[in-house]
């Protein structure tokens, strides 16, 4: 029986959000007789919702270094490396797999160092590094002078990558746009999740309440570009009439929320506007949505976005990073240019003013992402990408 592929899977925090659903599912699902995973987590910061009941869960427990978190800090920097260096060199892992920027930079290095120092004497050249960009940080989050750096980062730790994975089509062009890697050791492979629970829901359409209703669901941060949700909850709000009542949900948490709520106060829409927090059961709010919204400035692949659809809600999303992947014009929903408020409010108001329309593209969208967002589909695509790595070396 041959030994199996063990594989170091690194991530900077299990914080609410597509990287730490995909990183946990990858440590729990992947087949236990060919492969054993071990996953190193930082800590979440405060106002973070934490998946670390979804690792629970799942029966996965992972090895927290505290300082391998999303701060930047020299002195925790150097530590976590520290400590990541001391895992590799005990465990010896077949493959190293980064995810995030942080873990990646850090988690890379040190497997780098690992190489140089015990196999490049040996001339055994056996481990692979693997980083997955679950969109990327290289414009819309930092100014000018950070995003060159970044870029600049990343290009050199591609130098000693095996392979880079992007989450969506659409992020491995604006890579090799970047000149991150070559276009050969960038890859393609789609979140997977589980879906069952989304599937199964039957709408809560607006006939069976006195309102209409319109979600958000993600981080309270700046590149979710919340205030133009706001803007377009205002306009909308005055468009349809005050015979027309509206909900407008704000589901999650981060460091903008005190922010947003005074935005809400200005804008005087307190009464149709819902703070929800962190909401673990989804399948609750996406049953009371007609529509979801994402107004966001940059993305990797939206997880929100795959969960409406698999729960027969259409949206409408700013046309940005992977969520033209995600979302198909005009049959799951609509696409409009990043702070385009007008035509947002136009595309919300042709899903809330027809009911049909609405049902026929939720029962589309249900039918696209059921089998192309799977868990399986992403275990299996992983597996393969593990095993074509370390050919020859088993």
Not at 86 to 95: F, N, V
Not at 355 to 375: A, C, H, I, W
Request: hydrophobic residues 40%; contains cysteine; aromatic residues 8%.
């Amino acid at each position: 029986m041959s030994k199996k592929i063990k594989v170091l899977r690194i991530i900077a925090r299990l914080n609410i959000g597509g990287p730490a659903i995909h990183t946990i599912l990858l440590s729990e699902g992947l087949d236990k007789s060919r492969f054993e995973t071990i996953l190193v987590s930082g800590m979440t910061e405060q106002g973070e919702g934490d998946m670390a009941y979804l690792a629970e869960e799942k029966g996965v427990r992972p090895i927290i270094i505290p300082e391998l978190g999303r701060t930047l800090s020299i002195r925790n920097d150097i530590i976590a490396f520290w400590k990541l260096f001391c895992l590799i060199k005990s465990e010896k892992p077949d493959i190293i797999h980064t995810h995030t920027a942080k873990a990646g930079t850090l988690g890379r290095l040190a497997g780098v160092v690992y190489k140089l120092t015990f196999e490049l004497p040996a001339l055994s050249f056996k481990l692979k590094l693997i980083h997955t960009f679950h969109g990327h940080v290289l414009h819309s989050y930092f100014g000018r002078i950070k995003s060159v750096l970044f870029i600049w980062t990343e290009r050199f730790l591609a130098i000693f990558t095996h392979k880079i994975i992007a989450v969506s089509e659409s992020v491995r062009k604006e890579l090799i746009g970047l000149k991150i890697s070559t276009p050969q050791k960038i890859i393609s492979i789609s979140l997977g999740l589980e879906l069952e629970r989304y599937l199964r829901i039957e709408k809560n359409t607006p006939g069976h309440r006195d309102y209409k209703s319109v979600g958000i669901i993600g981080r309270l941060v700046p590149v979710k570009n919340h205030r133009m949700f706001l803007d377009v909850a205002k306009r909308l709000k005055g468009t349809l009439g005050s015979g027309q009542r509206m909900k407008f949900l704000i589901v999650g948490d981060g460091p903008l929320r005190k922010e947003l709520e005074d935005y809400v106060r200005k804008l005087g829409i307190s009464e149709d506007v819902v703070f929800t927090g962190w909401i673990r059961d989804l399948e609750k709010i996406y049953s009371r949505l007609d529509v979801v919204a994402l107004t966001s400035l940059n993305e990797g692949t939206p997880v929100a976005l795959i969960e409406a659809q698999a729960a027969a809600c259409p949206c409408v999303a700013t046309k940005v990073g992977g969520v033209t992947d995600v979302i198909e014009e005009g049959r799951s929903g609509f696409l409009v240019t990043s702070g385009d408020t007008q035509r947002f409010i136009e595309a919300l108001i042709k899903l809330l003013n027809n009911p049909t329309l609405m049902q026929s593209m939720g029962e589309y969208s249900r039918n696209k992402v059921k089998d192309r967002f799977s868990k399986s589909r992403l275990l299996k695509d992983t597996e393969n990408l593990y095993e074509q790595q370390l050919r020859g070396y088993r």
